[in-house]
Every structure is written in C-alpha cells, then in structure tokens.
C-alpha cells in the first residue's frame, strides 16, 4: 500500500470533503453506527477473533478448574464481553471521526484516525483488569514492532540490537532486588544473584552439563509451542474444517527454527554464566550482562523482531518500575488507560498512512475484528480521497 504524506493529504482532502467516505455503508453519520452491515461485521468478526482465544483459555484452565460446570458460562460471558468491546470501539472510532468534521469544519490529518483511534481505546473498560492490563502490554508490543518496522534495520544491526538489550536486560534481572509483580513477556528470568553467593560456584545443583542441557530443551520445546499456537489460533476455522491442516502446521520449519532460537538463547545464556562463576573475570554483578550481550548473538539464527520487541518492552517496564520505586509513583488505572488509548491511535494512524510498516498482529487483528471491513473503508478513503486503488 502506498504511503500518504501529509502535505499530499491536504492537497487531496479540502474544508470540503465530507466525511462520508469513511463510512461508505451509509451516507448518514448518526445512522451509520446503527446499520445492520456495520453491526455485523463488527459482531462476526469480533467473535471469531476473541472465540479460538477463550477456548485455548479454557483448555488451559480446565484441569485447575475446582468447578467444570462454570467454565462454558465463563466462556460465553468472555465471548459476549469481547464482542461488546469490539462493538463500542468501533462505534468510538467512527462516531468520534464525524463529530471531529462537525467540530472542527474539515478533516485533518490527525483527526481522521489518531484522535479518534486515541478515544475507541476507552472500549477496553469493558474488559476485565486483567484482560486491560494484558491488552496494554500487546498494544504497547505492537507499537513498538511498528517503530522497529520503520526504522528498517538489516538483520545484523536488528542482532546487535538485541545483543544489547539482551545485555541490558540479563543485568537487570539478575540483579533485581524483589520479585516483580507486573505482567512482563519475556520467556527466561534468570535467578536472582545471591549477595552472599561464594566465589567460584555456580547456581545450581546439577552438573553444569546437565543444567545447560535442560535449559535448551525446555525452552525449545517452549518457542516450538509458542509458534504453533501463534500459527494455529488464526487459522483454527480451517482447521475445523480441514484437520490434515493441524498436522502440516505442527511440522512447519519456522517452528523448530523459532524453537532453536529461543532454546540457543538460553542455553548459551546458562553456559556462559557458568563460566563466568566459575571464573574471576568479572564482577558478579556484571556477569548477567556479559553473558546476556553473547548469548544474544543467537538473534541470528531466526531474527525475529517478535522477540526483540518483547526484549525492548519487558526492559522499558523494568526501567519503569524502578523509576516508580524511587519517585515513589503509585501504580494506577490512569497510567494503563492512557498508554493502551495512545497506542491504538497510534497504530491505526499507521494502519492508514503507513500499512506496510504497521505491526502485523494488529492489522491483522484489527481485519479479523471487523470482518474486514476496516480494510473496506481504506479501500473507499483511497479511492474517493487519493484516486488510488488498493
């Protein structure tokens, strides 16, 4: 998709252009979110986005679950929940877009889909705390990915890159001081650095052999599981339908190469720590960081700016915590809220103006969710605004 600047935007959309471009299933802007086409499609795709969720949900809950017969209610209660927030999301967005043209006489570049992508991420109040704070954490990813795109890093500067956040967060961890209450996605947190640990001596119990080894297999066998489901949930529908599917999808090569990365990572990460408390070389405080900058050089064996995204985030909320530790800056509602509110403005800015640099997951999401008809409405903003053809 071509890229629209904003001085070509304000050639092409005037004081009168009308705002009725936007949503071309009805002329009528108070009507539109009321039609029966608009609320179906939100309606459908928002269902068959969150469904395949809760239902891995449930599977993961259902042995733990002390009362079987609560967890379909539980299901639906979810699915209904995730398909009213797809509904007043959408509902902000578009209503927020001509109330900006009524206000502010004409569209602008800003108003068009920031603001009002800034005002639909309101609609996460309808979802529980925990799907609110797990929805910000996503979104803030997706943005991240989306600033990665942009920058446009060749694979060695994208490996050097998480070689040093790697580092970066390695250190962190090893030398925290509490256990961190907060929802983070990084996959390995190493132990915590004892003060009082004895020279030359490592960790663990086991033979270093042995802990290394363990180390690579189980977190193989966690990037292999992650990828497969991150490959199943979409096309769960075709698989229904087709189950040859799920048996191609289980042997698909990004799988084991994914599951080496993640895998590599570790146990690189563990034998070098090893070596390095087995040695004199640095400073106990600063072996996490050593060994977190070489185990790093892994990146290259699957770059996956994924992971790098969620190396970046996972450092910038510990950055955070700290900082809010010492200012003495009370976690609340607010600070969640607005974050989640600027990066869907943000990413639905770059959905319109910058497709090919927007995150996948929440272009794709944001397709799925509406029944592609999000996509509809670029397609018509371009042809009728732009005469460009998408």
Request: proline share 2%; with cysteine.
């Amino acid at each position: 998709m071509p890229v629209i600047s904003k001085e070509f935007f304000y050639k092409k959309v005037t004081s009168a252009t009308s705002c009725n471009v936007v949503h071309y299933w009805e002329k009528d802007c108070l009507k539109k979110n009321f039609s029966w086409f608009f609320l179906k499609s939100v309606v459908l795709g928002s269902g068959r986005f969150f469904l395949p969720v809760y239902m891995f949900k449930l599977a993961l809950n259902y042995k733990k679950a002390k009362n079987k017969k609560n967890l379909l209610l539980d299901l639906l209660l979810s699915e209904a929940r995730g398909i009213i927030y797809g509904i007043v999301m959408s509902q902000l967005f578009f209503g927020t877009i001509c109330f900006n043209r009524a206000l502010f006489g004409r569209l602008y570049y800003y108003t068009i889909f920031f603001i009002p992508g800034f005002i639909s991420g309101l609609s996460v109040l309808v979802e529980s705390k925990e799907n609110q704070i797990l929805d910000a954490l996503i979104f803030f990813n997706s943005l991240v990915e989306t600033v990665l795109n942009q920058l446009q890093m060749s694979v060695p500067k994208e490996t050097l890159a998480f070689m040093l956040v790697s580092g970066a967060l390695m250190y962190t961890l090893e030398n925290r001081k509490d256990d961190f209450k907060f929802l983070y996605l990084w996959f390995y947190t190493p132990q915590r650095r004892a003060k009082d640990k004895q020279n030359d001596t490592c960790i663990h119990n086991e033979s270093c052999f042995k802990y290394v080894y363990q180390g690579f297999v189980k977190y193989f066998g966690l990037g292999y599981a992650i990828n497969v489901i991150r490959s199943l949930l979409p096309r769960m529908g075709g698989i229904v339908t087709k189950p040859s599917l799920f048996l191609k999808l289980l042997m698909d090569k990004s799988n084991f190469l994914f599951g080496l990365l993640i895998g590599s990572y570790t146990g690189l990460y563990k034998l070098i720590s090893c070596y390095l408390n087995r040695s004199s070389l640095l400073k106990d405080e600063f072996k996490g960081l050593f060994a977190g900058v070489l185990s790093g050089v892994t990146y290259a064996i699957y770059p996956s700016v994924q992971v790098l995204v969620i190396a970046i985030t996972t450092l910038l909320q510990l950055m955070y915590d700290y900082i809010a530790k010492s200012l003495n800056i009370k976690d609340n509602f607010w600070q969640r809220q607005l974050l989640f509110m600027f990066c869907n403005g943000y990413l639905l800015h770059n959905r319109m103006f910058f497709s090919e640099t927007c995150s996948p997951y929440y272009r794709k999401m944001i397709d799925v969710c509406t029944n592609n008809l999000s996509r509809q409405v670029i397609s018509s903003i371009f042809k009728n605004y732009f005469n460009i053809l998408i």
